[in-house]
């Protein structure tokens, strides 16, 4: 197996998931070469005998040939039967440019390798729900482009990549998944996206000041657990019958905003961060892409919660008999709040000092 996107905590989950549902699995990971040393640590913290069945080539799943050379990508393309494409990025405040390399590029990239392997039984196109861009209504599994518009370039950037993934689907045996907002799929050291700029809302607004919730509370929130994500796809991506369809991977009934936030706070008693530093805060408040947040939360909040129900019958008729199914937010709640408390804690985690001529101590900032 090759999985694009290593070593980000979603594509590190998939690689774990194979590993240890598959004794016979190898896999390969991609890897930049400014992410080698964090991808050797990954495989660390797999073990020793899943990290021997794991080899990590330095390429760029963006440049040509995924940035490898001749005889690795012959190797790839002579013996890889199942490929997840999880190299993609989505973090508030993303331009155009960085949008469309992290997940146009790649995504093009590996259609390319697809379409020239002799074994491959299935590519797995990790998408996102989030392609439905300004939609209200009902989304349908099979929808994609409906003339919507979108608030954040990433969203448009994946509904571009998932467009060029369809269009291979005539050459290549293709699975498409589209996740909602991912519990358990981001680590200090990453980007904060729409969702955990919610939470942390959520969980840094007084008691006593209201949440701008909106359409009174009763908009869905489209939020599930990592663990799902990762069984489904990984199942779906194993069925015959799943290739050249696409799968939202949901919650069929969507807790609501209002319940969302109550759950949230519930699950963060004892938790400091109704007590975040004005230091952290200023911080965080400095992540470029925040500042269309900070001025106005309503609007955030109805951009991530809006009146928009996804169609899930497909991926849940697939599933039917796996074993797998989705969870609802109060069990995995806890989770959330502490990959947010993770965040925060990264922020104000001070840097080693300089060795440059005079340095001084910064602060860490992972988001930069």
């Not at 594509?11 to 240890?20: D, F, G, P």
């Not at 919730?213 to 796809?233: C, F, I, K, N, T």
């Not at 928009?308 to 989770?335: H, K, N």
Request: charged content about 25%; some cysteine; overall charge negative.
């Amino acid at each position: 197996m090759l999985i694009n996107g290593f070593p980000s905590l979603y594509a590190q989950r998939i690689t774990e998931h194979v590993l240890s549902t598959n004794t016979r699995a190898f896999v390969y990971a991609v890897v930049r070469a400014e992410e080698k040393a964090e991808a050797d640590r990954a495989l660390v913290a797999l073990g020793e005998a899943a990290a021997a069945r794991t080899s990590v080539l330095e390429g760029d799943p963006a440049a040509m040939d995924l940035g490898l050379s001749g005889s690795e990508y012959r190797q790839l393309v002579s013996e890889v039967d199942r490929i997840h494409h999880a190299a993609h990025a989505a973090w508030v405040g993303m331009d155009e440019a960085t949008a469309a390399r992290a997940n146009v590029a790649t995504t093009a990239e590996i259609l390319e390798l697809a379409r020239a392997s002799s074994s491959l039984e299935a590519l797995v196109v990790h998408s996102t729900a989030a392609v439905s861009g300004d939609r209200t209504g009902v989304v349908y599994e099979e929808d994609l482009e409906a003339g919507q518009e979108f608030h954040d370039e990433a969203a448009r950037a994946r509904m571009r990549a998932e467009a060029l993934a369809r269009r291979a689907g005539k050459h290549v045996p293709i699975v498409i998944v589209r996740p909602g907002a991912v519990v358990g799929a981001s680590g200090p050291g990453e980007r904060l996206d729409a969702l955990h700029l919610a939470a942390l809302l959520a969980l840094t607004t007084p008691a006593e000041i209201p949440l701008p919730l909106p359409q009174r509370g009763e908009a869905p929130m489209h939020v599930v657990s990592m663990d799902y994500v990762v069984r489904a796809s990984c199942a779906l991506g194993r069925m015959r019958e799943a290739r050249g369809k696409t799968f939202h991977l949901v919650d069929p009934h969507p807790i609501s905003a209002r319940r969302f936030f109550e759950v949230l706070a519930r699950a963060a008693r004892g938790s400091t961060l109704r007590q975040v530093p004005a230091s952290a805060a200023a911080m965080i408040l400095r992540t470029p892409g925040i500042e269309r947040f900070v001025r106005s939360p309503k609007a955030f909040l109805e951009q991530i919660a809006r009146g928009v129900r996804y169609d899930a019958r497909a991926a849940t008729s697939a599933l039917a008999g796996t074993g797998v199914t989705c969870a609802p937010f109060e069990a995995y709640a806890e989770e959330l709040v502490r990959e947010v408390e993770e965040h925060v804690s990264a922020r104000r985690a001070p840097r080693p000092p300089s060795s440059s001529p005079g340095g001084e101590a910064e602060v860490y900032d992972p988001f930069a």
